[in-house]
Every structure is written in C-alpha cells, then in structure tokens.
C-alpha cells in the first residue's frame, strides 16, 4: 500500500462562522471538535512520511469549471467574490496552514476534491494507491470524494473523526453510506497504524 491523505474543504469559507458556509456549519464543526483531531492526523501523517493534499474550493475570475448545476453550486456562483483564490474565506484555516506548506495544495471549483484539478494524477504519478479522507462536510465533499476515487480505483478510507457536517444525523448517515461504497471507515488511529 502507497498512502496519501486527502484533506478537503479545511477552508475559513467552511469552518469558520465568518465563511461563506458558517451559517450551517461553523457551531457543528466547533462542538465536534474535528478541526483539533484532524490538525493531529496530519501532523502525525506527515511525521510518518504520508503525503497530505489540501484541497480548496475556490473560484477564480470567469469562473473556472464551476457549473450552476446544483443548489449549492448556484449559491456559491452569486457568491463568487468570497471564494476567489485570494480571498479571505478561501484561504486554509490556520490550525492547519503550515501543514499545507509540507504538503501540497489543489484548487478545484467542484464537490469532488479530485475533480477539475489535477489530484488523481498527481496521485497516480506518486504510485498512491490507497487515501484517507478528512474534511467538512461529510455528506458533501468527503462523501462526493470518496465515491469518486473508488470509482477510479483508488482504495479510499474516510476517517470518521476528522470528518463533521451540519447535523449529528447527516454525518452518521454519510458514514453509514461510505462504510458501503469504500473500503471502509477508519479512525485516525486506525489510518495511522494502517498506513
């Protein structure tokens, strides 16, 4: 096995009260505790070696490859000006900026942190076969991400504590559904030692 971790969305627009997102998700996010767990995998992953991709979701001027195709994405696309790349609520949240300066970071303008960027071949050049996935929201980008890269072959774990979403009940659900459509569920504990 040739691991990688996937680290997606860790971005103020989505954790933090004042993002895009906050509304929904910043008071889950905080009571969870997930942005301390998750900030502790990756540095114990990059202590061990393990490469770790940040993913951002931002929208560059014209728009990139964002398509107004869903709720969520026609919010975004009215709101574009928040998540230009240089924008405040684009940036990575600063519990975890200096570990994307040890790994690497994508910009994409979609749900799936390995669409519209180059993540699967950068993947595929490094010969990583296996990735654990972090992030927010469970039932949106880690969820869209992990089926993703299962149906391009990679062997995909979401780590269930270092994933939140909105509600108690969507993040249950969606890991419910990834125990299904991936090769597993794990802790960050459990991704460690695997790795």
């Known amino acids: 096995m040739n691991a990688a971790v996937l680290a997606l969305h860790w971005q103020v627009n989505v954790i ?15 009571r969870s505790g997930v942005v301390a767990r998750a900030a502790g995998f990756h540095a114990a992953a990059l202590e061990t070696g393990l490469p770790v991709i940040f993913t951002r979701f931002v929208v560059p001027e014209g728009e990139g490859a964002l398509v107004r195709n869903t709720p969520v994405m026609g919010a975004v696309a009215d709101a574009q000006a928040l998540f230009r790349p240089d924008a405040a609520g684009a940036q990575l949240i600063p519990e975890m900026a200096a570990q994307a300066k040890l790994g690497h970071v994508f910009d994409n303008q979609k749900l799936s942190g390995l ?14 076969d296996t990735v654990f996935i972090t992030g927010v929201a469970t039932n949106l ?18 780590v269930a504590d270092c994933t939140a979403a909105g509600t108690d ?3 249950a659900a969606a890991l419910a559904n990834l125990d299904l459509v991936t090769a597993g569920c794990l802790t960050a504990a459990q991704a460690l030692e695997l790795s």
Not at 17 to 30: I, K, R, S, T, Y
Request: proline fraction near 6%.
């Open 16 to 30: 933090k009260p004042e993002g895009f997102f906050g509304g929904m998700l910043a008071e889950p996010v905080a």
């Open 115 to 128: 669409a519209g960027n180059d993540v699967l071949e950068w993947l595929r050049a490094q010969d990583i």
């Open 141 to 158: 980008t880690v969820e869209q991400t992990a089926r993703h890269g299962s149906d391009c072959g990679l062997t995909v774990h979401p």
């Open 169 to 171: 009940d969507a993040h």
